[in-house]
């Protein structure tokens, strides 16, 4: 239980008291009245005795009795109703609430943290008003009325004639068998003369002579004369009296609101208006049947009217407590005792004292020795025998009854003067005198008697004030016998029925155990007596136990939550509103953020609704707001009837202030770092053939690579345009901002472009959220060209339209626990900076459960076919976190946040706005295929662009053709024989031999130092206009590998006139293409023998070229045709084709393989120029049309091709200065090896698609780049290297190895030897035959070489002297020379033959060292060719 002012010791004497009863004349009456007091009320703040009372025992001992008082009441002639009772204490609850600012006591139990009202003043004023209100009983004696006041005035004509009227009167009420109530402690009842004297008013002498007259007749010791009203009324103002009845009559006022309603509370002659001002005691002024009061209203009697059924309990009969408030302050004007003056108060306290010394104490010690003496001489009979006989003489009532009738409080009634009720009496008498071991004493003798009988309520009784006794006897002779109190418990409620008494039981010993710290046991019986009989009393027990539970050593904070919650539905169902909201808001504490959700639910719906009834909007909108946020387990009923309440209190929270600011609404949530912003036009769908650029949108997923990839091509297309360098100010173009993006900055918006803002909505409940009139909020501060800034700050979206247009989606669904995004759209109209602050909206939901699985399911049903059950207003804000800081030691240590500006745009002035449209573009390609496509380009803006640029890592996919190379016309066509190149009709005489042309680099824009990535885009005029728009011609080639590949254009733009916040503008387009497979070529060449070539140079080289038909029938290909086989290079051509085979139509079907050979010479000296990076094409054609292969779209593709092959790493040897002449040796001996030539072969393919024959071209590109190397035209595989195992070693100086290689100085010298191919000789003739041989020695490098030539080397192996035979040459078998640069020299030589015979001549060595070279690098240079000789005999 709660703490109490009081402790127990006090309680329970302050419970009991003597009972006395006032009858007043008229007259006196009257007088009290002119203080707004009546009698009764005049005594009530003085009824306690300031000093020690003393009195004797029946066995004559001292017995001091303390802080003694008493209880003056006017008689009333009916017993009090029940429902008045319940009234009176549903009044006293509900008046009485916490203290404002009272500050809790916080109890730290567990992990809990709890915040606890100690004390709970309504419980004490309701037991307090409860114990005052117990009706009168005939088994027990302690609220019967010991003596009598009877009150005159002496302002009366008669005032001792008044008082026998009284006199009889009294005796009338208590001895007349018409009156049952009030009740009567013993017959003769000491009655009490009391002369009321008006000092102010009235005649003293008369007063003290009827006073003399009074103790003549009743002794001096019966009456007294008490002055009052020494003050008139008027002189009210002059000084301040204290006023000690407030504290008394604020509960009168309670109690009596029904007679201050009646009328004005104004104070005049008029009896009628009098009888408005009841008093506690119900008296009124009429006097009836000549008498001068009416006895049959009670106070507590209720207005027929008001309540028929005397029931209170039911919140429809509860006096509400406004009216209660309105009670208050009708009396709060009205001062109490104006007329009394200090010293009457000290009077009236006199007076008590006098009554209690002189007359009562002394009546009720002569009473009980009265009593005492009746039962000791009762004692002398045997108990025994006593009870013995009673079995016998009044068998009659006993035998025939059976035991249930016996334990019924009708079963057993004593008469008045039965002797155990005397005993009773006796024991009553003594506990009101604080005599508690004397009354303990009879108690336990009259409970024994009781229970002998079976009269259970009087047994009950006794064992009640027993057990009370026992515990208040002072120096506890004996411990609190609580079974006692138990079985008194169980007898009122389970067999008397009577559950006013069975609660007076529980609460003192509740007390009792409490005051003994046996909380668990206070606990136990308090919820025992929680009953539905009474809702009120339940509540307050309920909660009394909880404060049980927590007040434990051990605090059981769950149970005290739990029986919180308990007494909060009493307390609501009593009616009792204000106090179940506290005891919800107390549990809540405990449940909160535990996991308990549903319990939380359950209070937080409770807390709502009892606040919203109590008018606390505010902490009723709280409340609802937590069950939605939550992720609550309920049912979607629950959740929806949740909802519903909700949206009804914010209703009348936001009716009450229309203009105030939107309130933040709960619902839906929103995940506000996936807020998306996009700036520009949402992307235009495909239009037939026509592709627009994918660019960025919303749609599409952010993917850190490919971002990445963008970022590249932009910072590599602006670089070029700053000549080679980024401008220190360079940030990346970013259209759609996300959680990935880099948001440090304010991002920038152009004017009349709209923004879209990409919302992330979630419904956490099981039930659908319907949005309307969705859009976002933002404030604006535009800005003027003047340079002056208008600070103004527009936040209402209606009212600037002309600044800021705002999209409005009138409705929005979001179904039961889904995810979904709302994309709201700003359009800017002017230049200035823009904050999006959150989005509002009416958040309702959808009438009817069909919408949970039926139409609401369905995706674009929203459309205004929703009837919304009702919505409210509201907004919520997006508010983003930026990333974490970790940059500095400070920030590292803390936790900081940077800013996230994605939603704080600026929108700057107007800019050029490109479209880009793809007209015939492919999604699918033969690897090598070339397509002609067209792209459109469209200035949607009003500015006229320039400076456009497009960029991609994927150069040899595309192009737009060379620089002078002639556009073709505009009209795209696609007939069957339209090629992508340019043909030129040959005769079929220059088959075989090479056609030769050139073309620069520089023209196709693969200049030195130049990027290929970097295209610029050949408008007409190098502007677009606003509205204008281009179409021009792109020629696409398949990449090489099969597949799927996407490729990234990135369009670059400017404007025409400079922007200082945005230099250009970009456009990005993703391009897929599916590749499949066509042809393989790889190609070898390797040089040829023969020296000299038709212009008598020497440097022929022999190209073999391999064909392979890759493709196994994919997308229809039924054959390729080889229509042409070209050279470019800057040094070398193909000459003719050196083909076996006479077909001159190649054709190849599905894994079908060709071989060509061809010629190759050196171009011709003026050909060759290093700078102009001019190249030598030469075309070989297998058809009768000849390809230009030197013009777009054939050169294009080569560069591009070559580009890429040249972008390749180059082994670049790091060699330190004193090895630089080792490093130039190695480059000559290198060089001697390249050859740089590359090889176009062009090809058509024929395809069936739709029973119609397509013809597709293409070309190959191969790289020949070493001799005797093959080169492939797709990339090869890297073969993963083996395992190896962990080596490890001291690093070496990691120099390239400073000897060449064999193969390298084999190719430094070439040789070849002149010579018959057959040789007659007549050997019997001449037995040896001598053949002239010439051996010619070219130098291929750009080096003098010195050569030594050997001729003294014999062929060891034995197979090759049992097939070529032996020969010796003849002469100097050493040569040494010097070669310079290029130079041929030839040897003549002479070969000696003994035998006829086959002869292989290559047998000279041939060593070669570079001139400057001290180091000689000698290895011999064998010929590639056996030179085999015939020997023939003539």
Known sequence: ?????????????????????????????????????????????????????????????????????????????????????????????????????????VITAGDYDLNLSATTPWFESYRETFLQSMPASDHEFLNHYLACMLVASSGEAEPVEQFSKLSQEQHRIQHNNDYSYPKWFIPNTLKYYVLLHDVSAGDEQRAESIYEEMKQKYGTQGCYLL??????????????????????????????????????????????????????????????????????????????????????????????????HETKKANAGIIHGACLTLTDHDRIRQFIQEFTFRGLLPHIEKTIRQLNDQLISRKGLSRSLFSATKKWFSGSKVPEKSINELKNTSG?????????????????????????????????????????????????????????????????????????????????????????????????????????????????????????????????????????????????????AFHMILAGHRFSKAGQKKHALRCYCQAMQVYKGKGWSLAEDHINFTIGRQSYTLRQLDNAVSAFRHILINESKQSAAQQGAFLREYLYVYKNVSQLSPDGPLPQLPLPYINSSATRVFFGHDRRPADGEKQAATHVSLDQEYDSESSQQWRE???????????????????????????????????????????????????????????????????????????????????????????????????FLINSEESKVARLKLFPHHIGELHILGVMYNLGTIQGSVAVDGIGALPGCHTGKHSLSMSVRGRQDLEIQGPRLNNTKEEKTSIKYGPDRRLDPIITEEMPLLEVFFIHFPTGLLCGEIRKAYVEFVNVSKCPLTGLKVVSKRPEFFTFGGNTAV????????????????????????????????????????????????????????????????????????????????INFLFYYESIKKQPKIRHRILRHTAVICTSRSLNVRATVCRSNSLEDEEGRGGNMLVFVDVENTNTSEAGVKEFHIVQVSSSSKHWKLQKSVNLSENKDAKLASREKGKFCFKATQCKEEEVTEVSEKYTFADIIFGNEQIVSS???????????????????????????????????????????????????????????????????????????????????????QEPPEMELLKFFRPENTTVSSRPSAEQLSNLIK??????????????????????????????????????????????????????????????????????????????????????????????RVFAKLSDQVTVFETSQQSSMPALIIINNV
């Open 713 to 811: 091509l932009e910072e590599q297309v602006v670089s070029v345009v700053n000549r080679g360098v980024l401008p220190p100010n360079f940030h990346p173009t970013q259209y759609c901002l996300n959680s990935y993006s880099d948001n440090s900055r304010f991002p920038l918006a152009v004017v009349e472009e709209p923004i879209t803002v990409e919302v992330a909505f979630r419904n956490p409940l099981k039930v659908p959220l319907l949005l309307t009139d969705l859009s976002l909020l933002w404030k604006f501060q535009p800005k003027y060209v003047s340079g002056k800034d208008n600070e103004e700050v527009k936040e209402l979206v209606k009212g600037q339209p002309e600044m800021i247009g705002t999209e409005v989606i009138s409705e």
């Open 412 to 560: 057993l009634l004593y008469p008045p003067e039965a002797p155990e009720l005397q005993i009773r009496k006796m024991a009553d008498l003594c506990f009101l005198v604080q005599h508690y071991d004397l009354a303990y004493s009879c108690y336990h003798t009259a409970k024994k008697d009781f229970l002998n009988d079976q009269a259970m309520l009087y047994a009950a009784g006794a064992l009640e004030m027993a057990a009370v006794s026992a515990f208040l006897q002072p120096g506890a002779p004996r411990p609190y016998p609580a079974h006692y109190m138990d079985t008194a418990i169980q007898t009122y409620r389970d067999i008397c029925k009577n559950m006013v008494l069975a609660e007076r039981c529980v609460l003192l010993s509740a007390e009792i155990l409490k005051s003994q710290g046996k909380y668990s046991e206070a606990a136990a019986l308090l919820i025992r007596l929680t009953s539905e009989d009474s809702d009120l009393r339940s509540a307050l027990l309920l909660e009394q136990a909880a404060h049980c539970f927590i007040n434990m050593k051990s605090p059981m904070v769950r149970k005290y």
């Open 1191 to 1277: 013009t777009s779209p054939c050169a294009d593709f080569f560069y591009r091709s070559l580009s890429s092959e040249l972008k390749k790493p180059q082994a670049q040897s790091l060699v330190h200065t004193e090895k630089q002449s080792v490093e130039d040796v190695m480059r000559l001996i290198q060089k001697c090896n390249e050859v740089d030539l590359n090889i176009v072969v062009l090809w058509k393919a024929y395809v069936v698609e739709d029973s119609k024959q397509l013809i597709l071209e293409g070309q190959h590109h191969v790289v020949l780049r070493t001799i005797g190397k093959e080169a492939f035209s797709y990339p090869q595989k």
């Open 227 to 324: 002055k009052i009203n020494s003050r008139t009324s008027n002189r009210a103002s002059d000084e301040q009296i204290p006023d000690p009845w407030s504290q008394y009559l604020q509960k009168n006022s309670i109690q009596n609101q029904e007679s201050y309603e009646d009328g004005p509370c104004t104070i005049t002659s008029n009896k009628n208006s009098d009888s408005n001002l009841l008093s506690l005691d119900g008296l009124d002024n009429e006097v009836k049947d000549g008498l001068p009061n009416n006895f049959r209203a009670h106070p507590l009697q209720l207005d027929p009217s008001s309540d028929s059924s005397n029931s209170i309990d039911g919140p429809d009969h509860v006096k509400s407590a406004s009216s209660l």
């Open 1 to 105: 239980m709660a703490q109490c002012v009081q402790s127990v010791q006090e309680l329970i004497p302050d419970s009991f008291v003597p009972c006395v009863a006032a009858l007043c004349s008229d007259e006196a009456e009257r007088l009290t009245r002119l203080n707004h007091l009546s009698f009764a009320e005049l005594l009530k703040p003085f009824s306690r005795l300031t000093s020690e009372v003393h009195m004797r025992d029946p066995n004559n001992q001292l017995h001091v009795i303390k802080n003694l008082k008493i209880a003056v009441s006017n008689i009333t002639t009916q017993p009090p109703q029940p429902g008045a009772i319940r009234k009176l204490l549903n009044d006293v609850v509900s008046g009485s609430q916490p203290a404002e600012g009272l500050v809790a006591n």
């Open 1311 to 1404: 040789t070849s030897l002149h010579y018959p191919e057959s040789f007659n000789h007549p050997f019997h003739q001449k037995s040896l035959c001598l053949v002239p041989v010439t051996l010619l020695l070219s130098n291929c490098s750009k080096a003098d070489v010195d050569v030594i030539v050997d001729l003294r080397h014999k062929t060891t192996s034995p197979e090759a002297l049992e097939i070529h035979g032996s020969f010796t040459w003849l002469g100097q078998t050493q040569y040494k020379l010097q070669l310079k640069s290029q130079e041929i020299h030839s040897l003549q030589l002479k070969a000696c033959f003994v035998h006829t015979g086959v002869y292989n001549l290559g047998t000279p």
């Open 967 to 1046: 556009l073709t016309p505009l009209s795209p066509s696609a007939s069957e024989n339209c090629s992508a190149y340019k043909t030129v009709v040959t005769d079929s005489t220059s088959v075989c031999t090479a056609l030769v042309s050139s073309a620069s680099s520089v023209d196709f824009g693969i200049g030195i130092g130049s990027q290929p990535e970097v295209i610029s885009v050949p408008l007409p005029d190098t502007v677009l206009l606003p509205g204008a728009s281009v179409q021009l011609p792109m020629w696409l080639r398949g990449p090489d590998e099969e597949g799927v590949h996407e």
